[in-house]
């Protein structure tokens, strides 16, 4: 997985994540734990593959892709917004 934000801190990254989960669930509710949605948002901030993540968590790739892709979506925007 290519690097989203190279120049982008770890705090901030983890406050777009976080804004992110949060919003998913109140629109969702509880379709992941907090346990999988915390090891989601580390293995996309560690830029693990998405094949590992799914692995790792027992959910399928293509949930597990989607999710990568949102966080992606979210934390470009998050930035944009952001930092200057």
Known sequence: ???VAPNMSKQTMHQAL???VSKRI???GAEF???EWVRMMNSYSAQEPIEKCAEKLGLSYEEVRNIYYAFTMYVV???M???H
């Open 1 to 3: 997985m290519e690097n």
């Open 18 to 20: 976080s804004e992110y």
């Open 26 to 28: 109140m629109k969702n």
């Open 33 to 35: 734990s907090r346990e």
């Open 77 to 79: 925007e998050y930035a």
């Open 81 to 83: 917004e952001h930092i």
